[in-house]
């Protein structure tokens, strides 16, 4: 689950040329804190360091390792590492794949996702490597997305220090942006389900009640503050997502016709709901950091056969098969989650439950990160801690009406999977990356005839492309095509 991370919209600070040192999450105790990218209240940017102590911090930065650096209670071992990305990258994403191939084409959809898990493994394989490279600039163990981003424009080019604060921000925006629009998909893949359930024993009524049933139980749920509590449930989940994906395959896999019975490219108009729907699955950017600094060997997480290879591998393995063969089993008529695909018996209506009940508590993680970058900045307009206690309780239940609000006016799940991707995700997995190894390394590390500069450039066009074309054409069919809920 996608997933598939600091309170960065409070009250202006001055732009500082330093960063702080940030509290990196103890995955062992909350195996779900790997997905979460986010300072905690506490964070204080130290004092702006003037020009000559900057040049004399980079003549000792060749000194300083950031890994070797690293003080943690309970580092994570490569397998434990590998297991949070794959959870972390597989939500309902994969379960939206064949959708996506409905709009690409069987060989196009084929291609193209393998590509798309390339250049996105690529682009989190830069993430890591501008990290590192940034907290041996500043001398601090670890960083996360946003104080990357930060960093890289503070040390940069002296024309663009002054936007520091401004991009950090407007990552922390994206962020909420995707992780609310994750919420509105959650919200509507429980209801849909649910839906499709008591309708082969009852009668057939509309999403939205659905949606008003698990909205109590929905807002219950996400007043846990503490994210290790949510740990069991969040565990639940994962057991529960695997069990689901394997009787899905078993559907999926039987009686298979012929690839002559549907398209091997769709068309180009197509093409951009394909892309939003398959970079909403690979957005799983956020967690690689915040995995990468609580690791006890970090320098594993890179290579060929590094760590993050090997996971992003299976990930785009999964995607590809289940988008391939969803879609030849299924054709044009494929839903927006494979799972309201299943035929009518008993052990498909349980993986709907099953799909239906781990997503449902799949919410709060995705939750979670919105609530730590916004919820401090509305508590800091209170004095009282009554009042800051009464501020957080209403800020939940207004997040999670809105979220609810969303999928109710909107109950096309494809169509707002394909607009979150193409909307946030792209930034934050496509354009974000490559910007920063430009100004990280910027004008004299990005190699001979400046092949890196150009390379990340084409990320970035390519990225662009996708979130203009795709917001464009995912909301022009949220808004003209009728949906039958």
């Known amino acids: 689950m996608a997933t598939e991370r600091q309170p960065l919209l409070s009250q202006a600070e001055p732009v500082s040329e330093s960063l702080p040192a940030i509290p990196r999450p103890d995955i062992r105790m909350s195996p779900e804190s790997a997905l979460v990218d986010v300072q905690g209240e506490g964070t204080i940017l130290e004092e702006s360091v003037d020009a000559d102590s900057k040049e004399s911090l980079y003549d000792s930065s060749t000194m300083y390792d950031p890994w070797s650096n690293r003080k943690l209670e309970h580092p994570t071992s490569n397998l434990d590492t590998l297991i949070h990305l794959l959870k972390g990258n597989i939500g309902t994403g994969i379960l939206a794949m064949p959708d996506a191939f409905k709009n690409a084409g069987l060989y196009v959809g084929l291609f193209g996702t393998l590509l798309m898990g390339a250049i996105c493994t690529h682009c989190m394989h830069i993430l890591v490597r501008c990290s590192h490279e940034l907290?041996?600039?500043?001398?601090?163990p670890s960083l996360g997305f946003s104080e990357v981003c930060c960093a890289a424009f503070v040390t940069g080019p002296f024309g663009l220090r002054r936007y520091a604060q401004l991009v950090r921000v407007i990552i922390n925006i994206f962020l909420c942006i995707t992780q609310l629009g994750f919420c509105c998909v959650y919200f509507l893949f429980v209801a849909l389900n649910l839906q499709e359930v008591i309708a082969r024993y009852y009668a057939k009524v509309d999403v939205r009640v659905y949606l008003v049933l698990i909205l109590i139980p929905m807002i219950v749920l996400n007043m846990v503050r503490n994210l290790k509590y949510l740990t069991p449930v969040s565990l639940l989940a994962a057991v529960l997502t695997v069990s689901g994906l394997t009787i899905t395959f078993y559907y999926v896999l039987q009686d298979l016709p012929p690839t002559s019975t549907v398209h091997g490219f769709a068309t180009w108009a197509k093409l951009p709901l394909y892309f939003g729907t398959a970079i909403y699955a690979f957005e799983g950017i956020g967690i690689v950091l915040p995995l990468e600094n609580n690791m006890r060997n970090p320098e594993d997480l890179g290579g060929w056969t590094g760590v993050l290879n090997t996971g992003m591998v299976i990930v785009a393995c999964l995607y590809t098969a289940v988008g391939f063969f969803g879609y030849l089993k299924y054709g044009d008529s494929v839903s927006g989650s494979i799972t309201l695909d299943l035929p009518n018996t008993m052990l498909a209506q349980s993986v709907r439950?099953?799909?239906?009940?781990?997503?449902?508590?799949?919410?709060?993680?995705?939750?979670y990160v919105p609530i730590n970058i916004i919820g401090p900045w509305v508590k800091g307009h209170f004095q009282s801690e009554q009042h800051k206690m009464?501020?957080?309780?209403?800020?939940?239940?207004?997040l999670v009406f809105f979220t609810f609000i969303l999928a109710a006016i909107i109950p096309n799940l494809g169509g707002v999977i394909s607009l979150v991707g193409a909307m946030s995700s792209s930034m934050l997995a496509l354009i974000f990356p490559p910007l920063i190894e430009i100004v990280t390394f910027w004008p004299t590390d990005l190699g001979r005839y400046y092949w890196i500069l150009w390379k990340d450039l084409c990320i970035m066009i390519f990225g662009i492309c996708g979130f203009f074309f795709g917001t464009y054409t995912s909301l022009w069919q949220l808004l003209n095509q009728h949906t039958d809920v």
């Open 353 to 367: 439950i099953v799909m239906a009940v781990a997503i449902f508590f799949s919410y709060g993680l995705q939750f």
């Open 135 to 140: 907290s041996r600039r500043l001398q601090i």
């Open 390 to 398: 009464y501020a957080d309780n209403s800020f939940r239940v207004g």
